[in-house]
C-alpha cells in the first residue's frame, strides 16, 4: 500500500451510497477501510443492478479496495468484537465511519468509553435525525422542478444521485479534519453529516435562495439551456447531441472559428445591441446564437462536428450513452484511471481508481470489492490478536462467519 | 476563528464553482482562504444570477468567508507578491489551490523554488488539461441519456452541477490529505484532479459501466422512478407533487399504515408472486404498488398525504420550488445551518453554514463573501510584511487594487 492515506484505519458500518462510497474514497488513497456487516450481509448487498446470477454490481463499486468482517450484529459477544475493532489502539485507528443508527451499543457515548479520543462520523438523513436518501433529499432542493425539457409539468428527478455523492467526499474530507485535530490536540469527537444539509448549504452555494428571497423571482425550467450565459444541446446530421457552450471569450472565439461565425457574431452584436463577450450578452442574444448554431449542426455528422470544435478549442462535448462510454477509448480504455479488473462472481470490465493525483505517491491501481466476511480472520487475528481456536470458535457459535 | 480548521492558510485563484467551492468548504470550517483576483475582478465575478444592479448573488455564495485581495495579474510586481503569498512560511500555510491554467509563474514548479514544501491543488477539466465545465463533462457520463419524462428524445441536463460539487469537496479532502502527508513526512506535493475524472470515476463506482459492460445493457430512461426498488413521484389532489419511496422493509410496513395498504400489499405479494421485502419484489410489481398509491396521493391534500406519511415514518418528501424552499420553516427559517446574513451590495437572506457539526468545536455562522481587495492592505501588512508606504506605493502604481 502506497497511497498518501497509507496506515490510516477506518471501521465503517454503512449501506447505500454516501457512506461506502466516503470510505470507498480513503480506501482508494490507501487507507485500511474495513467494513462491517451482518452474517447474512447489509441492507444493500443484494441491490442492482445485479448480474443475471444475482450479484450486486451495484454493491462490487462501492465497495472496492475495503476489507470485510462478517458479524451476526444481534449477538453480544459480535458487538463485543466490533467494539473493540472500532476502539482498537493506535495514533492511525479509532476512526469510525457509519449511517446506521448511532444508538445502543454503535452511539459514540458507549464507544468513546473504550476509546476516549475516537472519531465517529454519523452520517444521518435529516438534522433530526430522520431517514431521508437522495430522492427524497432532492426534492425539497428545488432542483426537480426546473430540470427536464421546457413545458414538462411537475418534477424530473435527478438519475446522478448529487446529494450522496458530495456527502461521501465530504464525510472522507470531514475525517481528515478530524484526525488533523487529534494529532494536533489529542482530541477525538463525534462528526454529525445530515444529507439533507449537504443539499440545503448547495442550494444557498450556488445562489438558488438569494435569488428567490432578494430577486422575489423563482428560476423558471429552462430545458438544456445554461442560465445567464451560453450552452445548449444541439442534434448533428446523424441524429446524435452535442453539448455547445460558451464561458468566456476565448470560447466565443474558438466557436466562431469552428463554425465561421464571426461575421455572424458581428452582426448579432450589432443587431441586438449586446456584447458576446460578456455573460449577460450571450445569454440575452441566445435565440440569435442558437438560430446560427443549430442548422450548422445539423447539416454535420457529429463526427465532422467534433472535429471542427475540437480543432478550435471550442468549450463542447458529445453526449454518450452508458454503453458508449463504457467502450471509450479516450474515456475509459485508454484513460490510466480505469483498469480492467476481475471481480470475483461478476466478470471483468473496466473499473475506476481514485480520481486524484497526488505528486508524492504513485496511484493505486483499484482493487476489487471484498467477498462478505473474506478477511474476517485475519482482522480478528490481525487487529484483535485472537487467536485461531477462539476464531474457531467463533465460527462455530455463528458469532463471525465468511468468507462467502 | 473556532472552526476545527483554524489556523491553516490556503491561497486561491479560482473561478466558477468547483475550486471556489472548495475553498469556502474550508474556510466555513475556520481555515483563512484567501482568494486573489485581478484588480478587474475574475472570469465569474458577475455571473448571473444577478441582482437589479448587477451584483453577483452567485459569486457571493460561492465565496463566504473568504479574504479578498486584488492584484494586477499582468505586472512582473503582482506576480511577485502573490507568490510570495502563496509561499509564505508556516507550517499552517502553504498551500494553494487553483482552477487556473498552472503555467509560467503558476506552474507547480516554479512556485516550488521559493517553498520546497508547498501543497498545490490543480482542478482541471480533463486529464489532459483541456477545458471541461460541469455540463460538457456530464454530457459524457450517459446521465443526461436518461434523464427526464419517459418518452423524451435526447438528453437532460442535470441543474444541479454534481461534478463541480464533487470535485469541490474532494478538493478539499486531498488538500488535507497533502497536509496529512506533509505533516508526517516533510514532503509537499502536486495535486491533479481532473473534474472529468470524478464524473468517470462515479459512473464506475455507481455500477453504470459494469451494467453496461457485464450485462450489455443500456440502463432505459426511467422518468421519477427509482431503478432497481420502489420510488416515484405522485401528484395530489391540490395539483403538488411527493416523493415516495420504499427502500426497506420498516419503509413498505411505514406505508402501509399511512394508507392502509397491508392487506392491498398482501394481496399483490400473492398475484404476482413477489416478496415486497425484497428490492426486486418491489421493482417487479411497481406497476400494481402505484396502482395503489396513485388514486390515495390524488383523493388527498399535500396537507393530509404529508401527515399520514410523516406519522407512519414513511420514506418521502413533498416537491418544493425554490421559493418555498427559501421560506420554509422547517428547512431554512428554524434551521440552524442557515443565518441571515447582510451581503453588501446585494441584501439579507438566509446563508448556509458548513454542514458538517464537529463535536469539538461550535459551528461557525456563515459570514460574507468578500468586496473585491476588501483585504487587500491587511494580507500585505499582516503576511508579508510590507510598511504602509510601500502598500500605499503599490496602490499608486496600480499593481495592487481594493476595496472596491
Same mark, same amino acid.
Given at each position: 500500500m502506497t497511497g498518501i492515506l497509507s496506515g490510516l484505519r477506518v471501521v465503517e458500518g454503512s449501506a447505500f451510497i454516501a457512506a461506502p462510497l466516503g470510505g470507498m474514497t480513503l480506501a482508494q488513497l490507501g487507507a485500511d477501510v474495513i467494513r462491517f456487516d451482518d452474517l447474512a450481509g447489509g441492507l444493500d448487498s443484494d441491490r442492482w443492478p445485479v448480474t443475471k446470477d444475482g450479484a450486486s454490481i451495484y454493491w462490487a463499486g462501492l465497495n472496492k479496495g475495503k476489507r470485510s468482517i462478517a458479524v451476526d450484529l444481534r449477538s453480544p459477544k459480535g458487538r463485543e468484537l466490533l467494539t473493540a475493532l472500532i476502539t482498537a489502539p493506535g495514533e492511525n485507528a479509532g476512526i469510525f465511519s457509519t449511517n446506521m443508527p448511532a444508538r445502543g451499543w454503535l452511539a459514540y457515548e458507549e464507544l468513546a468509553k473504550k476509546r476516549a479520543d475516537l472519531i465517529a462520523l454519523n452520517i444521518v438523513g435529516a438534522r433530526d435525525g430522520s431517514a431521508h436518501v437522495d430522492y427524497t433529499v432532492n426534492a425539497i432542493t428545488g432542483f426537480p422542478m426546473v430540470t427536464g425539457p421546457v413545458g414538462h409539468q411537475g418534477p424530473a428527478n435527478s438519475v446522478v444521485p448529487p446529494w450522496d455523492i458530495a456527502t461521501a467526499y465530504a464525510g472522507a474530507m470531514a475525517i481528515l479534519a478530524a484526525e488533523r485535530h487529534r494529532r494536533l490536540t489529542g482530541q477525538g469527537q463525534r462528526i454529525v453529516l445530515p444529507l439533507q444539509d449537504i443539499a440545503l448549504s448547495t442550494v444557498s452555494a450556488t445562489g438558488y435562495i438569494g435569488e428567490a428571497v432578494v430577486n422575489e423571482v423563482d428560476r423558471p425550467r429552462l430545458g438544456?439551456?445554461?442560465?445567464? !450565459?451560453?450552452?445548449?444541446?444541439?442534434? @448533428? =446530421?446523424?441524429?446524435? #447531441?452535442?453539448?455547445?457552450?460558451?464561458? *468566456?471569450?476565448?470560447?466565443?472565439?474558438?466557436?466562431? %472559428?469552428?463554425?465561421?461565425? !464571426?461575421?455572424?457574431?458581428? %452582426?448579432?452584436? =450589432? $443587431? @441586438?445591441?449586446?456584447? /458576446? $463577450? *460578456?455573460?449577460?450578452?450571450? #445569454?440575452?442574444?441566445?435565440?440569435?446564437?442558437?438560430? /446560427?448554431?443549430?442548422?450548422?449542426?445539423?447539416?454535420? @455528422? @457529429?463526427?465532422?462536428?467534433?472535429? %471542427? /470544435? $475540437? $480543432?478550435?478549442?471550442? /468549450?463542447w462535448a458529445p453526449y454518450k450513452s452508458f454503453r458508449e462510454l463504457s467502450a471509450d477509448k479516450e474515456l475509459v480504455q485508454d484513460n490510466p484511471l480505469f483498469t480492467v479488473l476481475d471481480q470475483p462472481g461478476i466478470g471483468s470490465y473496466p473499473v475506476a481508481a481514485s480520481p486524484l493525483q497526488f505528486g508524492a505517491v504513485p496511484r493505486e491501481a483499484p482493487r476489487p470489492a471484498p467477498t462478505l466476511g473474506q478477511h474476517t480472520d485475519e482482522i480478528l487475528s490481525g487487529i484483535l490478536g485472537l487467536p485461531a481456536h477462539e476464531i474457531a470458535q467463533l465460527h462455530d457459535a455463528k458469532v463471525v462467519g465468511g468468507p462467502r
Open positions: 438544456n439551456e445554461i442560465f445567464g !450565459t451560453f450552452g445548449r444541446d444541439f442534434r @448533428t =446530421k446523424d441524429g446524435r #447531441w452535442v453539448m455547445i457552450c460558451m464561458f *468566456s471569450d476565448r470560447h466565443v472565439d474558438a466557436l466562431a %472559428a469552428a463554425g465561421g461565425f !464571426t461575421d455572424a457574431f458581428a %452582426a448579432i452584436e =450589432k $443587431k @441586438t445591441g449586446v456584447d /458576446l $463577450k *460578456s455573460d449577460a450578452g450571450r #445569454w440575452n442574444a441566445r435565440a440569435e446564437i442558437c438560430a /446560427l448554431i443549430e442548422p450548422w449542426v445539423a447539416r454535420h @455528422t @457529429t463526427e465532422e462536428i467534433g472535429a %471542427a /470544435l $475540437k $480543432k478550435a478549442g471550442a /468549450l
